[in-house]
Each structure stands twice: as C-alpha cells, then as structure tokens.
C-alpha cells in the first residue's frame, strides 16, 4: 500500500490559485493517484484521478511528474467554499484506499 | 446528494443497544465498503464487499457485524459498543474493487456511544 505524505495546512487568499502537494515515493506501476475533498461531518467527494503527466477537469487540474513520485492538486481561484481537508490517495487495484490525515486548507476572505 | 444514501445520519445508542446502519446506492456500483472516521485520525477502512461477497476485513472488533444483501445495500449492525467507537461512519460504493473510477461516499452516520 503506497503511503502520501501531505503538508498538515495550508492557507490561501481567496481568489488565489491553491497548489496542494503529495509526496507517494513507493508508487507502484499500477497505482493511480486520485484526489478527494472532505467538508466536516461529509463524505469525502473525488476531485480528481489521473496516472501521469496532466489532468484537468472542471474543478481541478493534477500535475504527476514523470517519476510520479509526487504529484500537485491545482485549484484555480480558490473560493470560501473550498475551505475543506484535501487528500491524495494512491491506490492498488485490492479496492483498499489509504488515507492519509489530509492537507487542510483555509481559504481567507 | 451523491447517490449514496447513508441512514441515519446521527444516532446515539447505549452500550447495551443493538442498532444498525444502513447504506444505499443506485449508481450500479459493484463493491461497497464501510469505513470509520474518528476525531483527528485518518479514515479507516473497515470492511470491503465485492459483488455482495465479504473480500477484506480489518480487524474490526465482532461487535461490528456487516451485511451486503445485494449490491445496493450494506449494513452494519452494532452491538454492545464503546465509548471509543464514537465516530462517523462512512459508506462508500465504486464500479469495481480497483476504484479506478473513484469512490463515491455517504455522508456518513454520525455515532455517539454513551
């Protein structure tokens, strides 16, 4: 099981883009790195999933270097709304997901 | 709403009660897990079922008992618990056992063991 290491918080000016990092160093080949947003008393909601190079969807991009010993959530122009603890999660194909204690991010007016 | 529909959200039960939690999800999703997120920790994954069939475990205390009548419903029966299982508890359904769609998560059950 891949373990993430992730900053414990970070703060961020709303409007700003916001860069997340995760370090995932035993990446194995079949592993992709999928991120989630966890609102308290929520479940957490999937942001993004890619393998390599650069992802993009609606709400998010996902960088992954090609070692993909890392990879850095991007979130364009960060609103109130995103205040919330953001996970990196590398996951096997067992169906287990590791989390970690998350990055939690304040968004300042 | 996610399409998983977890029920209750909150329940506070005694140590001798005999309650359960119910999860529900129309997405078609083939697998279902339960996981447990106590306060300051990490989430935990507690029980995973693929195609109704228990596949992984934990090492979850038996007074936790989980149920997968059919792939759209699990359940986990409680009993004779402890303050220190005081937690949310989250139901979660993805396509396969991979994940490699994503998970997609209730909102959870919010116990209190008194």
């Known amino acids: 099981l891949a373990k993430t290491t992730q900053p414990i918080s970070m703060d961020s000016y709303e409007g700003q883009e916001v860069n997340i990092t995760c370090s995932h160093n035993?990446?194995?080949?079949?592993?992709?790195i999928t991120w989630y947003q966890q609102f308290p008393s929520q479940g957490p909601r999937f942001i993004i999933q890619?393998?390599?190079t650069k992802v993009t969807n609606e709400v998010a991009s996902l960088f992954i270097p090609a070692d993909r010993k890392s990879s850095t959530l991007s979130l364009p122009r960060v609103s109130l709304s995103d205040t919330a603890v953001y996970y990196c999660l590398v996951g096997a194909l067992l169906g287990r997901l590791a989390f970690g204690k998350g990055n939690q991010v304040v968004v300042i007016p | 709403e996610t399409g998983v529909t977890q029920t209750p959200r909150h329940l506070v039960m005694g140590m001798t009660n005999k309650k359960s939690l119910k999860c529900e999800q129309h997405?078609?999703?083939?697998?279902m897990y339960w996981y447990k997120q106590s306060a300051k920790k990490p989430l935990e994954l507690m029980f995973v079922y693929s195609l109704e069939e228990r596949v992984e475990n934990n090492s979850v205390p038996s007074r936790f008992s989980p149920e997968c009548p059919n792939s759209s419903h699990l359940f986990l029966h409680l009993h004779t618990l402890q303050p220190e299982d005081s937690a949310l508890y989250l139901c979660?359904?993805?396509?396969?056992?991979?994940?490699?769609?994503?998970?997609?998560f209730g909102s959870g059950t919010r116990l209190t063991v008194v």
């Open positions: 997405l078609g999703h083939n697998a």
């Open positions: 890619g393998y390599k």
């Open positions: 035993n990446i194995a080949t079949n592993d992709y």
């Open positions: 979660a359904s993805s396509q396969d056992r991979g994940g490699r769609l994503g998970y997609t």
